[in-house]
């Protein structure tokens, strides 16, 4: 059972004249609220239909809508009083040594003593920083780095945005994680998503810039390689799946081929938010699926000298990895089953530095559906549930930035 969550009657109301003067942008009182030993707002702030104030005994409290478990109380039921925000899954004590709080529209973070974060909420576009997208109705710790070894640390303050957070170390570092739709992470990249913090340039010292990059729904989808000549854009790519639960998690939104489930067994844990993608359009009625192919592409500009690049890719049936209209390698065959099944169990790394430049460059996975023979399924003219096809990549890029940011 979670513990008490209500607060004394007593303390309660000089908190909600707290939480009404922050709506008012009125300053009520400049110095923390005390109410006879209970010391409460020592840092507040409001998201979309909630509230969450630290208190200076380090506990946080927060009320008003939990449809996401933004309460962080263990549960998805809202609350017009204030509760206790759990410290871990078994929700046996409350959150302490809290310094700070940042208020998502939909979530939560708080900073610790120790200078973690601690989130809570909705997770759709990674904003709890954990490397998930599966949201948490009590807090998760999140991660220093893509490898999500270790929790961030030395974190002073954080805030909160409508699905991407960010915070500031005592080294003056600012790093931010979430929906990067619109750039807003400042990684000079633009994506789906990063469900783990990215280090930002030009702050606490961070000297280069690393993008990384996932196949996902911001791949242009061409009838050739654009940087390599004419090139018709076809659209977006999708996500794809096998079945419903194959590969597992199948994203939400995904095109489902509706197939047998055999194959596509990577492990992606290293390229955590990609995702099996195919062009627009194609479904597992598609036909003829054998042999089709398609040219995945995306553009990345770097300010500067590149330092390191990689990309890992898996396939069903055959790759070929291009940067700037070069081949880089390949992977998998449209001729030999062996090797396309070896290129749909396991990811392969593709050292793809020399081939950077300063300014534009093109990122191009050029990807092609093996022919009917092999399905096992006898086809002889096969549709996408009889021969799926499909795409997985991820990778990152390293420059040291020497020209002004867009
Ligand atoms: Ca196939």
């Known amino acids: 059972m979670p513990p008490s969550t209500r607060l004394p009657t007593w303390c309660m109301i000089p908190l909600f004249l707290v939480a009404v003067s922050g709506l008012l942008g009125l300053v009520l009182s400049p110095a923390p609220v005390h109410a006879e030993g ?34 962080g109380n263990s549960s998805t ?60 109705a009590i807090p998760v710790a999140v991660c220093a780095d893509a490898s999500c070894a270790s929790p961030l640390t030395g974190v002073t303050a ?48 961070v000297s280069f810039t690393t993008i990384t990059f996932v196949s996902d729904r911001t791949w242009g989808v061409f009838d050739a390689d654009p940087a390599a000549g004419a090139a018709t854009f076809l659209g977006f790519a999708q996500k794809v799946c096998l079945s419903p639960s194959f590969p597992s ?26 995702s099996w993608i195919w062009a627009p359009g194609i479904t597992g009625a598609t036909a003829t699926a054998d042999l089709n192919q398609f040219f995945f ?23 070929e990895i291009r940067v700037n209209g070069t081949v880089v390698g390949t992977y998998g065959s449209t001729t030999e089953i062996p090797l396309a099944i070896a290129a749909d169990k396991a990811r392969k790394a593709f050292d793809i530095t020399p081939f950077l430049v300063v300014g ?41 930035p020497t020209k002004a940011s867009r």
């Open 360 to 400: 534009s460059n093109i990122i191009t996975i050029h990807a092609q559906n093996g022919p009917h023979t092999f399905s096992p399924l006898g086809c002889t003219v096969c549709t996408y549930a009889q021969n799926p096809a499909g795409v997985v990549f991820g990778g990152s890029i390293r420059f040291q």
């Open 297 to 319: 592409a995306k553009a990345f500009e770097l300010l500067g000298p590149p330092i390191t690049g990689t990309i890992f890719v898996a396939v069903d049936d055959f790759a």
């Open 249 to 274: 998690p199948c994203p939400s939104g995904a095109t489902v081929y509706g197939s047998p489930s055999w194959g596509w067994v990577a492990d992606l844990s290293s390229i955590p938010e990609a």
């Open 77 to 136: 039921t809202g609350s017009a009083i204030p509760v206790a925000v759990c410290a871990d899954a078994s929700c046996a004590s409350p959150l302490t040594g809290v310094t700070a709080v940042g208020a998502g529209a939909l979530y939560t973070c708080a900073v610790t003593s120790a200078g973690s974060v601690r989130c809570w909420g909705n997770n759709f576009s990674g904003q709890l920083g954990n490397s998930s997208t599966t949201g948490s």
């Open 38 to 71: 209970a010391i409460i707002d020592t840092a507040i702030d409001a998201g979309r239909g909630h509230t969450c104030a630290v208190t200076s005994a380090g506990g946080i409290r927060c009320w008003g809508d939990n449809s996401s478990g933004q309460l």
């Open 158 to 205: 954080v805030s909160a945005g409508g699905g991407h957070t960010c915070a500031v170390t005592s080294a003056g570092g600012i790093h931010c994680w979430g929906d990067n739709s619109s750039g807003q992470l400042g990684d000079s990249n633009v994506g789906d998503f990063m469900a783990v913090p990215v280090a930002i340039v030009g702050f606490g010292g």
